[in-house]
C-alpha cells in the first residue's frame, strides 16, 4: 500500500503534479489547511484538481479551514478529522485544526478537544496492525513545532496520544518552517512543510514493514 500525504496546500495544489508517484498510489491524505480562511468552493475546487491526479482523496482541515469545510469533507465521504479508515492491515486516522494561535484562525481547539477528537479517531482504527495519525498541528517540543525564534508550538495532547500508544508513524504540518523528522513513543513523526514549496511525505507498507519518508518535489 502507497500512501501520499501533505498539507499546507493554501490554494495552490499545482506542485502536487510533480509528485512522481501520486497517480499510482493508493490514495492521496489532504493534511489540512487546503485554503486560506477559505469557503467551501475553495477547499472544494483544492480536492477536484487533486482528484484528477488520483481518484482516492482523504482530507482534513487546518486551523486556515473553517467547519463549513469540515462539515462538507463528511458529506463528500473523505473526512478523516475524528475519523479512521481501514485498508487491510493498515489504519489511517486523523485530527485537523490547530491549538489556539495568536491569529485567530478558523479552527482552533483547546487541547482537551483535541484529545476528545484524536481519541475518537483511533477508536475506528485501533485494532489495525499499522496505525498512521495524519495530524495537522504537530506534537509539542520535537523537531517539527519550532517557529523561527525557536519556540516549540506544538500540541501537548498529540505528544501524550503518541507517547500512550502503538502508532508507527504520524505525517502532521501547521508549522511551515519546522519540515523534518523527529520520533515520539514508537512514532515516525514526519512534518513536510508546505505543498507549494515541494514537500510530502511518502508511507509504504509492503506486509511486512512500513517506510515513511520526508521527500521533495
Given amino acids: 500500500m502507497l500512501i501520499i500525504a501533505f498539507g499546507d496546500v493554501h490554494m495552490r495544489p499545482e506542485r502536487a503534479k510533480g509528485i512522481p508517484e ?43 479551514d473553517g467547519a463549513e469545510v469540515d462539515v462538507m469533507f463528511t458529506e463528500m465521504g473523505i473526512n478523516l478529522n475524528g475519523r479512521g479508515v481501514l485498508a487491510g492491515e493498515v489504519g489511517l486516522f486523523g485530527l485537523g485544526g490547530s491549538p489556539p494561535t495568536p491569529f485567530n484562525t478558523p479552527s482552533e481547539f483547546s487541547e482537551p478537544e483535541l484529545e476528545a477528537t484524536l481519541r475518537r479517531a483511533y477508536e475506528d482504527v485501533k485494532e489495525a496492525r499499522i496505525k498512521i495519525l495524519f495530524s495537522h498541528p504537530p506534537p509539542i517540543d520535537t523537531a517539527v513545532d519550532r517557529v523561527r525564534s525557536g519556540q516549540h508550538v506544538g500540541s501537548s495532547s498529540i505528544r501524550r496520544f503518541l507517547e500512550e500508544t502503538d502508532c508507527s508513524a504520524c505525517v502532521c504540518g501547521h508549522i511551515h518552517e519546522a519540515v523534518g523528522t523527529d520520533r515520539v513513543g514508537s512514532a515516525l513523526v514526519i512534518n513536510p512543510g508546505m505543498l507549494p514549496q515541494g514537500g510530502y511525505a511518502r508511507l509504504e507498507w509492503d506486509g511486512e514493514r512500513l517506510t515513511a519518508t520526508l521527500e521533495q518535489c
Avoid at 32 to 42: E, K, V, W
Fill in 22 to 64: 501520486i497517480r499510482r498510489a493508493d490514495c492521496i491524505v489532504v493534511n489540512g489547511d487546503l485554503t486560506i480562511r477559505g469557503s467551501r468552493s475553495d477547499a472544494l475546487s483544492v480536492v477536484d484538481a487533486l482528484s484528477e491526479l488520483n481518484g482516492n482523496v482523504y482530507a482534513h482541515i487546518g486551523n486556515m
